[in-house]
């Protein structure tokens, strides 16, 4: 019988590989919601905020996003939810545009952010391609935005 800790993980792994389509044609984000929902983990609440901030395979809803991307954040340290928090901030999704909370947000998980994109993480990578690119919250660098962005892509991570 699996302990609780080993269902959770379970349970995001398959969120996760639903998710992102890994061995599969497409993304399955029925599946992915209800593995992701189960599991209580920092990184399944990161994924379903992505989701829900993205409106992938559920409705767009800020709000609902920036709720679990908190969690994710309170609960693990999740660099990419912090980073997903400034860019609500940046762009004004279901905020007030503030760049003085985006900046608090991104600096709060920016080294670990790094961390995590020089260990391939898609998500990390994603988000500091973003950074690169439009200059909110760090110098502007296009170039390293398209080398992160490929990066990312090359990971399976498509947005």
């Known amino acids: 019988m699996l302990t609780t800790k080993q269902t959770t993980a379970t349970e995001f792994a398959t969120g996760s590989k639903q998710f992102f389509g890994d061995d599969q044609p497409r993304f399955d984000y029925a599946a992915a919601l209800t593995a992701l929902e189960a599991s209580d983990t920092p990184d399944a609440k990161y994924i379903l905020g992505f989701m829900y901030d993205h409106g992938q395979g ?10 679990l991307y908190t969690q994710a954040w309170e609960q693990g340290k999740v660099a990419s939810a912090a980073a997903a928090i400034a860019y609500q901030y940046v762009e004004g999704d279901g905020v007030e545009i503030d760049l003085v909370e985006a900046k608090r947000w991104y600096d709060l998980g920016a080294d670990a952010l790094v961390a995590n994109a020089d260990a391939n993480n898609r998500f990390a990578l994603y988000w ?11 110098d502007e660098n296009i170039p390293k935005s398209l080398q992160l962005f490929e990066r990312a892509g090359k990971l399976g991570f498509v947005d």
């Open 58 to 67: 559920v409705k767009t809803d800020y709000a609902r996003a920036r709720e």
């Open 128 to 138: 500091l391609a973003n950074a690169n690119l439009d200059g909110q919250l760090v």
